[in-house]
């Protein structure tokens, strides 16, 4: 494959590196990882009522009518304000959710989404050079100090995926999501004129971490496959030089 080639493909590596840090930011910023979702609806009125939890915290939002309001307790909070939320959270009456646990579980998640977006920003920032050299330094061959930025790179990217596929796993294996989907997820039934449904699951915020693992680590192995793979050492182009020349 020609330097050009690998360029192009080490660019693709910076594309889905990029991506996967942006679905980090934007997993982590939404909020919500687990919802549970009350809604009634009947001819003259509608009520949803939406509560969850993620990273950041625990969450809730009641409409009525159109009009909405809602509430925020931050992660750093919730052992202290536990009375309010753990009936929400702790629909089942699990022993082993308390808020102690439960604060533990979601600043472990945030601070490893916090670092999984950074390692994903770094490694695609260190992945650059090789684009450039790659599609730019000819057929001169990846200089030392290209090559040592790939795999710092790639060991990012690697890193990044890692960081994600845990907070998913933690979140995803914990007793807290168990007792708040079996506690919350019943379905919907009709009651006279009225439909209502009480369901519950993971968000579109939880899946976009899984996302972004499966980017950082598609990043991670293009990265690696162009180079070492596409181009070759200085000292190789040398040898070849002088086969050619005799």
């Not at 991506?19 to 979702?37: D, H, I, K």
């Not at 950074?118 to 030392?144: F, K």
């Not at 990012?156 to 796993?169: D, H, I």
């Not at 009709?190 to 990043?219: H, P, Q, R, Y």
Request: overall charge negative.
């Amino acid at each position: 494959m020609c330097t050009r080639c690998a360029g192009v493909g080490s660019g693709v590596g910076i594309l889905l590196l990029g991506g996967a840090t942006f679905l980090s930011v934007a997993s982590l910023a939404v909020g919500m990882w687990v919802r549970a979702s009350l809604a009634a609806s009947g001819d003259n009125h509608s009520v949803s009522i939406n509560y969850g939890f993620g990273p950041l915290g625990a969450w809730s939002e009641a409409t009525v009518n159109g009009k909405s309001e809602g509430g925020h307790v931050a992660t750093a909070d919730i052992e202290d304000k536990w009375l309010e939320v753990a009936v929400p959270l702790n629909p089942s009456g699990h022993s082993d959710v308390t808020g102690q646990s439960t604060e533990r579980l979601l600043s472990d998640v945030m601070n490893m989404m916090i670092a999984g977006v950074v390692a994903g920003g770094a490694g695609a920032i260190l992945a650059i050079p090789l684009v450039i050299q790659q599609l730019c330094g000819g057929l001169s061959g990846l200089p030392t100090g290209v090559r040592v930025s790939a795999v710092l790179a790639a060991l990012l990217a690697t890193a990044c995926a890692a960081l994600n596929a845990a907070s998913f796993g933690l979140i995803y294996e914990s007793s807290l999501r168990d007792s708040f989907i079996s506690g919350w997820n019943h379905g919907s039934t009709k009651i006279g004129d009225e439909t209502v449904s009480l369901v519950a699951g993971n968000t579109d915020a939880m899946n976009a971490a899984a996302g972004a693992a499966g980017f950082a680590l598609l990043a991670a192995i293009v990265i690696v496959i162009t180079s070492c793979c596409c181009g070759s050492s200085k000292s190789e182009d040398s040898v070849k030089s002088a086969l050619l020349k005799s």
